[in-house]
């Protein structure tokens, strides 16, 4: 939707000024924003949103995350 569109736009351009939603580390901000960025990139649709996917490139190659994966599975959304 145009909503979503515009959304993800305020998103990726916050992104482009710093790694992680705070600033230069990871921080609760990017546990919290994991899940709404996560399911906004599963839609689909969302095109030329280099800046959340490169964080989103950095979240998937945290050590942590890459154990949660091997203990749980893929991740995956449902419906998505």
Do not use: K
């Not at 979503?4 to 916050?14: A, M």
Request: overall charge positive; cysteine-free.
């Amino acid at each position: 939707s145009e909503r979503n569109i515009f959304r993800s736009g305020i998103i990726d351009d916050h992104l482009a000024a710093r790694p992680w939603f705070a600033g230069e580390r990871l921080s609760m901000a990017d546990i919290q924003m994991s899940f709404p960025v996560m399911a906004l990139l599963a839609r689909g649709g969302m095109h030329d949103l280099v800046h959340i996917e490169a964080w989103r490139q950095r979240v998937e190659q945290r050590p942590a995350w890459q154990r949660a994966i091997e203990r749980g599975g893929p991740f995956t959304l449902p419906g998505a």
